[in-house]
């Protein structure tokens, strides 16, 4: 079971990107889905989640500006980001729970580079 991000880029500040997040392998479920970021010099955070059912949540410096879904048919986890600023320049990780036909793994993605600069 392995996670693979893309989506990452060069933005300037005020504009939007697009990141996936795609779980392959022997996928029997996916439970709670995740976006971490870490920053240069600073700790990982959580960014946004969602469940299996759909319930997200948020960490307040992106409310309003970030918008976490999944596509449950095709094991794939999308963080849309509008009005990007120069502080949400990061490494984006994913991470999810996935469980194979016996196993319940913590699943983390190999990282994607969001850097925001004009």
């Known amino acids: 079971v392995q996670l693979q991000a893309s989506g990452g880029g060069l933005v300037q500040p005020g504009g939007s990107l697009r990141l996936s997040c795609a779980a392959s392998?022997?996928?029997?479920?996916?439970?709670?889905m995740g976006w971490y970021r870490q920053a240069p010099g600073k700790q990982r955070e959580l960014v946004a989640a969602?469940?299996?059912?759909?319930?997200?949540n948020y960490v307040d410096s992106v409310k309003g500006r970030f918008t976490i879904s999944r596509d449950n048919a095709k094991n794939t986890m999308y963080l849309q980001m509008i009005s990007l600023k120069p502080e949400d320049t990061a490494v984006y990780y994913c991470?999810?729970?996935?469980?194979?036909?016996?196993?319940?793994?913590?699943?983390w993605g190999q990282g994607t580079l969001v850097t925001v600069s004009s």
């Open positions: 991470n999810a729970d996935i469980k194979d036909g016996t196993l319940w793994y913590d699943s």
């Open positions: 392998g022997n996928i029997f479920s996916i439970s709670a």
């Open positions: 969602i469940t299996s059912g759909g319930r997200t």
